[in-house]
């Protein structure tokens, strides 16, 4: 159990550490979207949203899998 604690604690700080990332993109793509050229803010724009919902699904997974494994425990 403790074991599983600590890979999950680790999951939770890696999410962490992408959600950290993607607010640094957006805070980016914010402040240079006006020196940007259109095509280049719309793929910023685009890949911050693949990005975001890659990580909610994941975050998503991560924390089904974890309540189906202390629903076992």
């Known amino acids: 159990m403790l074991k599983n604690n600590q890979a999950f604690k680790a999951v939770q700080f890696i999410i962490f550490l992408a959600h950290i990332f993607l607010l640094g993109w957006i805070l980016y793509t914010l402040y240079e ?6 095509t280049k803010v719309l ?11 890659l990580l909610i699904r994941i975050s998503a997974l991560v924390a089904k ?3 189906q494994n202390s629903l076992h425990d």
């Not at 979207?33 to 259109?38: A, N, T």
């Open 43 to 53: 793929l910023n724009f685009l890949g911050v949203a693949v990005f975001g919902a």
């Open 65 to 67: 899998k974890n309540y």
């Open 33 to 38: 979207g006006g020196r940007l050229g259109m």
